[in-house]
């Protein structure tokens, strides 16, 4: 067989120059314009007055959206004490770029804000790190309450480079063993942030799975970057969550919601009475400084347990003498807004508005009402919102449904995800 | 549902449709009211069976007329997947129509080979199928009966109980499941329902009826029949088998993309050196049965030879129970004629065969390749040795007489001299359509003799113009019939229906790309002057490399054939690219060996399923790429390096292209490249079994950027191709896999189903404004 006969025999190619000089072009341009553009200029847009501005309505409707739905579940009964373990991709996978500047950076910055929104949705929680690297795990920190000290440990420089293979099952094992021995009522969690694509495990991971399943681990997935098949089915076996981010904004956006305590499971339902402290702060002057806590530091001002009469630095904990919980009845409450959350503000219309209108005139009058162009101020900041339905809307305009007040978008976000009450509702004592 | 379909009832077990379902009911419900044939494509993953079954059993209920509904399939595991349908679909339609007598019940079943079908304790467990074929001739052929029956009517006055149980009677031992079926005879009914092939077996033991006997007796009353392909188009078995079938009988060949092939291979004959031995070693056996035979009963061979000089073979005389030696050409073709006076002696016959059996191996010992119509074929049989073309044609008849005759139960013994007989009869038969070609070692070693000579059928449309003249409606369907004008032309025959219907996805599950060049912005290509050069293979290598970085799980790679797969794996073994490919997932390999390969898919899926992630390397054309799904998973990307060509070098192909540009005037190019394409779009369809499932389709060959290839690739792949994803490097490829995975991802609203399903109010409303088309498309 030579290559001449072959190429004799039929023109089975052809020529390769016939393929048109225009038709590549426009292959090439249809390409960049897909996947090469980020034209953030074309998102600006101009109102009647000439001025500049971005429509953020779409992107702001679509955080209501989450909103929504995270109020939709708030009858659903949740576990309000919970043990977290997060464990960070440090394979090979991680030095990728295609989040900036690199995944592990990204990851770990994220990781930071989620380790401090966690302690402020969850006082009475604990959470530790682990890193998985080179096929194996290592843990960061134990289980804990107090959020500073674990994010001081999520530094990219104090971690080291990013190397090897990541192993699931190794990651699984490591929580069976941390979080086994944890007292029931408390929800145990495991949080992979997951970049690679392919676990590489000693044994069989769903032998691991199983054992997480027995132990009533509830393993979520957070994925970088494809759907991976293990990955999906460990956390349907546990009830966990798995997402796949799509950029740097969504990655935040599905770690926070795993900030949210997630609904108890039929094990965890029985009503179980906890043991706790509510232990006394002692005066913050520097005489009476005394030595606190394990490590025995002097400090004035620390808190008595008051079982055991022994002094921990900070809430919440656990006493290093006699093991009891100690809270402060701050903690307790902001617990609980899980369970009575505000009611979601609606998008405001015109009938709402008129609607409104008749409602708040019996109303006396707050106080001086703030002028602005469009008549209408949001009540939390006082600051200018358009008018329902008007042209070149900036801002989505809601209202309260129980005190009819308007808000602004900001502000409905603050009263939702951080004051957890209306102020309208509040203010008007309805 | 049940609906309303341009008049037509049509019960459907789901409470919704997807629009080209219903399209699809429409098309093949017009070629039924036509009574023509149809050609219809529907990509998998649609509920291609489903449709078919749901459309023509309503058809059937609502057209008494119309036959039975024969559907073909290609293997054993396809066929119970079409039964465990239609049982829903049964299920579904008692709930309307009732069950008992009087309520339309249906009667449906599988048939299959004795292999499958057999519950004799011993002949079940013989290996291959003619063991069992022969184990079975040995318990039930008729002569061996009659000597049991006449053994124990002998016997008789001893022990009646003995005859009455119907087993074996003194030392002949009988079958019996064959013994209860026959003692029921016409009684012997299945009641309807849908019968699997495993279904039927419990229902022979139940009853001590043998499942194969009564498949086959069953089929004149059953309503559906699900079997093989080769049932239908292979002449042997079909006269057989399909003969009694009535006219009004609709004829479904599912997964049809290669049936011109089928076709061929039904009609072939390949003869090799151990063949002609061992069937030089038949004739002796059979000359030395006949010299006994003579010795011990003379006056049978004389009655066999009185039944010939009257002519009486054609009629069908010497059909017993068990006709298990049918003619290979094709009923028509058959000249009803007698035997020829100059073989009707067996010894003659003998001599004929040896004669004839010399010739092949003096034609077989040519050092060169030859290349022969069969009319020179024949003249130069007739200078040689004074055989003619007449005589050749009876060959196979009066072969099967003898070995009848001379009681031999045994056939798979016997398979050679049947071979060469097979051979003499189609030779004898056909002057077109038809090459010998002989070759006396293979091309790819020309060192190792191995001298191989071929009778082969170049033209698909002899084995199926019987069916389509037999049958008022065949329907032709698969996933994968582009270009779908092809298909009449070289089956020669004119459907009342060609139609190609798309998918309805709510995300653009399917990403065709065609990667023409590597990073460095070489072209790739497989094509000759190409594939070995270092830098494309390096290309390749890289492309696969970059790859499995960023797509989860399963990857398949399909090569154009073994010796390129060999060939390119080992230089990328000394690239390092394999450990580098290793870094992210394990590798597997299909070989030619069908154990080695079913292990290795077993491991591919094992690796799959614990996250580890696997790559496997396939070829084109290959066992995998027919039947082998990469669903979910198992398959996120499948690559097609290159266009996978048939080997043009070929003898066979030369004579067939050639065959095909005189007689249907289809040009070489056009037939090879539209043989290519399927190919590769079959492989490439693997990835996509169901509507939720997603995967990237890579077409790695700067030559699918033409529109010779591009155009000829199947509607449902080519709407997804996008202008931006027809030239890219492998680079722009990661990035857009990246980007198409992640969306992927995300989480599949089921509710965005509902917009391309059609609800029994939504067909209703249809049904009533008439417009199809309209109405759909202002839904989507």
């Known amino acids: 067989m030579s290559a001449v006969e072959r190429k ?82 440090m394979s090979r996978a991680a030095k990728a770029q295609d989040l900036r500047p690199n995944r592990l950076a990204c990851i770990l910055g994220l990781c930071r804000s989620f380790i401090r929104e966690f302690f402020d949705q969850n006082p009475l929680s604990q959470l530790g790190i682990a890193v998985m690297r080179g096929g194996l795990v290592e843990k960061l920190t134990d289980l804990s309450g107090s959020p500073e000290a674990q994010v001081a440990r999520l530094d990219a420089a104090k971690l080291g480079a990013p190397a090897g293979d990541v192993s699931l099952q190794n990651a699984l094992d490591l929580s069976v063993s941390v979080l086994r021995s944890l007292p029931p009522y408390g929800h145990r969690e495991l949080l992979v942030v997951f970049a690679a694509l392919a676990t590489c495990d000693p044994g069989n991971v769903l032998d691991s799975v199983r054992a997480c399943k027995e132990n009533n681990i509830r393993v979520s997935v957070v994925g970088v970057a494809a759907e991976v098949y293990v990955c999906r089915r460990i956390t349907e076996d546990t009830r966990g969550s798995y997402g796949v981010a799509l950029n740097e904004a969504h990655l935040e956006q599905l770690l926070m919601a795993h900030t949210t305590p997630p609904p108890a499971t039929a094990a965890q339902a029985k009503a179980e009475l906890v043991r706790m402290g509510f232990p006394q702060r002692s005066t913050e002057e520097a005489s009476s400084a005394v030595f606190v806590g394990l490590e025995a530091r002097l400090l004035s001002g620390s808190y008595t347990c008051p079982r055991c009469k022994s002094r921990v630095p900070e809430l919440p904990c656990e006493c290093h003498i006699c093991g009891l919980t100690l809270i402060s009845s701050p903690h307790l409450a902001r617990s609980y807004h899980h369970l009575f959350p505000v009611p979601s503000f609606h998008e405001d219309s015109k009938e709402r508005a008129s609607e409104a209108a008749a409602v708040l005139r019996g109303q006396p009058a707050m106080r001086d009402e703030v002028p602005t162009s469009t008549g209408l101020y949001c009540f939390g900041c006082l600051r200018e919102v358009s008018q329902p339905g008007a042209a070149g809307q900036l801002h989505l305009t809601l209202r309260c449904g129980q005190c009819k007040q308007v808000f602004c978008f900001e502000c409905d976000a603050y009263v939702h995800e951080q004051l957890h009450n209306c102020p309208g509702c509040e203010f008007g004592g309805t | 549902m049940k609906f309303n379909l341009e008049g037509l009832t049509v019960y459907f077990p789901y409470e919704y449709i997807y629009p080209e379902q219903y399209r699809y ?20 993953g649609t509920g291609k069976t489903i449709t078919l079954l749901s459309l023509i059993t309503s058809y059937q209920l609502a057209h008494k007329e119309v036959g039975k509904l024969i559907y073909c399939t290609r293997t054993v595991p396809e066929m119970e997947k079409v039964l465990a349908e239609l049982a829903e679909l049964i299920d579904y339609r008692a709930k309307y129509l009732g069950r008992g007598p009087g309520s339309n019940e249906i009667l449906a079943l599988g048939l299959s080979s004795r292999k499958n079908l057999c519950i004799h304790p011993r002949v079940a467990e013989e290996g291959s199928r003619e063991s069992v074929d022969a184990g079975c001739r040995r318990l039930t052929a008729s002569w061996v009966r009659e000597r049991a029956a006449e053994r124990g009517a002998r016997g008789g006055e001893g022990g009646a109980e003995e005859g009455g149980s119907g087993g074996s009677v003194a030392d002949i031992e009988l079958c019996d499941f064959f013994e209860g079926h026959e003692r029921a005879g016409v009684e012997a009914l299945l009641p309807p329902g849908v019968y699997t092939l495993s279904d039927l077996r419990d229902f022979g033991r139940k009853r001590g009826w043998c499942p194969y006997f009564l498949a086959r007796h069953m089929m004149a009353f059953a309503n559906v029949v699900v079997y093989n392909y080769q049932y239908m188009i292979d002449p042997k078995v079909s006269q057989m088998v399909s003969r009694e079938l009535e006219k009004e009988c609709v004829v479904v060949f599912d997964e049809a993309h290669n049936i011109d092939n089928v076709c061929i291979e039904a009609l072939s004959v390949n003869l090799r050196k151990q063949t002609l031995e061992a069937a030089g070693r038949n004739l002796g056996k059979l000359s030395n049965s006949i010299r006994r035979a003579r010795e011990a009963d003379a006056a049978r061979l004389q009655g066999e030879y009185n039944r010939l000089v009257a002519g009486l073979v054609a009629q069908g005389a010497l059909r017993g129970g068990e006709d298990w030696l049918a003619n290979p050409a094709l009923p028509e073709d058959v000249v009803q004629e007698t035997v020829p006076g100059n073989i009707r002696r067996a010894e003659h016959f003998m001599g004929f065969l040896n004669r004839f059996l010399a010739f092949l191996r003096e034609k077989m010992a040519s050092p060169v390749v030859t290349s022969q119509t069969p009319q ?31 009681e031999i139960t045994n056939t798979d013994e016997f398979t050679p001299i049947q071979l060469v007989a097979d051979f003499a009869t189609l030779v004898g038969t056909y002057a077109k359509g038809f090459a010998i070609i002989m070759e006396p070692y293979d091309e790819r070693l020309p060192q190792v003799p191995d001298p191989v000579l071929q009778l082969s059928c170049l033209d698909a449309s002899l084995a199926m113009k019987p069916v389509f003249s037999k049958f008022q409606s065949v329907v032709i369907t698969s996933g994968t019939l582009s270009p779908i004008d092809l298909y009449p032309r070289i089956l020669n025959f004119n459907p009342v229906a060609i139609q190609s219907f798309q998918m309805t996805l709510t995300r653009d599950c399917l990403c065709p790309v065609v990667v023409t060049r590597g990073a460095d912005q070489m072209p790739m290509s497989t094509k000759f002057e190409m594939r070995g050069d270092p830098g494309v293979m390096r290309n390749y290598g890289r492309l696969l490399v970059e790859l499995s970085a960023v797509v989860p799980d399963g990857i398949v790679a399909f090569f154009v054939s073994y010796r390129y797969m060999d060939q390119i794996i080992s230089k990328w073994h000394d690239m390092g690219i394999l450990q580098e490919i290793m870094q992210h997932k394990l590798i597997f390999i299909e070989t030619q060996d069908v154990v080695e390969t079913t292990l290795a898919l077993d491991n591919f899926r094992r690796a799959c399923d614990s996250g580890r992630g696997a790559v496997f390397l396939s070829v084109a054309r290959g066992k995998v790429a027919e039947g082998i799904d990469f669903d979910r998973h198992y398959g996120r990307a499948v690559v097609m390096f290159g266009v996978p060509y048939q080997y043009t070098l070929s003898r066979i192909l030369r004579a067939r292209l050639e065959y095909l540009r005189e007689t249907f005037q289809i040009k070489e190019n056009d037939y090879l490249a539209f043989d290519a394409v399927r190919q590769a779009a079959q492989c490439v369809g693997r990835v996509i079994r169901s509507k939720a499932d997603y995967g990237m389709m890579i077409f790695a060959d700067k ?39 992640r969306a992927m991802a995300q989480p599949y609203d089921r509710g965005a189903v509902g917009k391309s399903l059609l609800s029994e109010a939504a067909l209703a409303a249809l049904d009533a404004t008439g417009g199809l088309d309209g109405a759909i498309a202002s839904g989507a």
């Open chain 2, 703 to 741: 030559r699918y950027q033409r529109h010779d290839k591009r155009d000829k690739l199947p509607q449902w792949i080519t709407r997804h191709l996008k202008e931006a994803h027809m030239n890219l490097s492998t680079d722009m490829m990661v990035h857009v896999a990246r980007e198409f995975l």
């Open chain 2, 25 to 44: 009911m429409l098309e093949l419900k017009r070629a039924l009211d036509a009574r023509g044939h149809c050609l219809l494509e529907m990509p998998t």
């Open chain 1, 8 to 89: 004799d025999e039929f023109e089975l190619d052809g020529d390769d120059d016939d393929i048109d000089e225009n038709e590549l072009r426009r292959q090439e341009e249809a390409y960049q314009r897909q996947y090469e553009n980020e034209q953030t200029w074309d998102q600006l847009q101009e109102d009647e007055f000439g001025n500049l501005f971005v429509d953020k309505t779409a992107e702001q409707r679509a955080r209501r959206k989450r909103l929504l739905s995270a109020a939709q579940s708030a009858r659903i009964r949740k576990g309000m004490i919970r043990y977290l373990l997060l464990v960070v991709d």
């Open chain 2, 376 to 406: 020179v074929f024949l003249q130069e049989l007739q200078e040689r040795v004074q055989v003619d073309a007449k005589t050749l044609k009876f060959c196979y008849d009066r072969l099967s007489s003898l070995l009848k005759t001379l």
